[in-house]
């Protein structure tokens, strides 16, 4: 079954760093390219970064020059590493396994739905989530 678990979130200061990571099982990312979504309270569901097979990455505006994204695939992870956090980097950030979700028949059920980023994207693997709180 494929699952995504997500850690590293917590509480910084602005200017502060984290490093998020996101371990998957289930797949490998020869099956999937990778993403990390964010979830502000009153805010819709917004794609921060992702990283394909190919080794090409995409970054949202807003995190251009702050956050870089990486995956190990010898330990099936996907990083995040925030750096120079703003207030409104807070949120709830999800890893996502993108369209993956497109073939249930080999992959299985989701057993995370992403919250509302789910609801957005049906066709991605979520994992439960993991917060961001960023204080000035």
């Known amino acids: 079954e494929v699952q995504l678990v997500e850690s590293g979130g917590g509480s910084v200061q602005v200017g502060g760093s984290l490093r998020l990571a996101c371990l998957v099982s289930?797949?490998?990312?020869?099956?999937?390219?990778m993403g990390w979504y964010r979830q502000h309270p009153g805010s819709p569901c917004e794609l921060v970064s992702t990283i394909h097979d190919d080794g090409t990455t995409y970054y949202a505006d807003s995190v251009k020059g702050r956050f870089t994204i990486s995956q190990d695939n010898a330990r099936n992870t996907v990083y995040l590493q925030m750096n120079s956090l703003l207030p409104e980097d807070a949120g709830v950030y999800y890893c996502?396994?993108?369209?993956?979700?497109?073939?249930?028949?080999?992959?299985?059920?989701?057993?995370?739905?992403?919250?509302?980023?789910?609801?957005?994207?049906?066709?991605?693997?979520w994992g439960q989530g993991t917060h961001v709180m960023v204080s000035s």
């Open positions: 289930g797949f490998t990312f020869d099956d999937s390219d």
């Open positions: 996502a396994a993108l369209y993956l979700a497109k073939d249930l028949s080999t992959f299985g059920e989701r057993l995370s739905d992403g919250g509302e980023c789910g609801l957005a994207f049906e066709d991605n693997y």
